[in-house]
Nanobody, 113 residues
């Protein structure tokens, strides 16, 4: 139901845009969020939409990462700017509402110093 893409290798200070394409069975992109998991660490929330549809980012990425969406394409994006080596992780998109909880397959982002 979710297909994440856009990861890769980038130098510190660079940018990447991740995409999460949702299938037609996903009723609302408002419930799609981005998480990341660095090696040996827990999976953490990176960005999401509020109930009202406003973008919210974790403190660790605030001002650098932005979640957005294209309603026509049923796709959610994560624009990542000013990347740092500590942003290196597998990034996952997730759909979660009161009934369902789906994860995308993850896309690896590696930031070199």
């Amino acid at each position: 139901q979710l297909q994440a893409s856009g990861g890769g290798l980038v130098q510190a200070g660079g940018s990447l845009r991740l995409s999460c394409a949702a299938s037609g069975s996903i009723p609302s992109t408002n419930y799609i969020s981005w998480y990341r998991q660095a090696p040996g660490k827990q999976r953490d929330l990176v960005a999401r939409f509020t109930y009202g549809g406003s973008p919210v980012s974790a403190d660790s990425v605030k001002g650098r990462f932005t979640i957005s969406r294209d309603f026509a394409k049923n796709t959610v994006y994560l624009q990542m700017n000013s990347l740092r080596p500590e942003d290196t992780a597998v990034y996952y998109c997730r759909y979660s509402d009161y009934r369902n909880d789906y994860w995308g397959q993850g896309t690896l982002v590696t930031v070199s110093s």
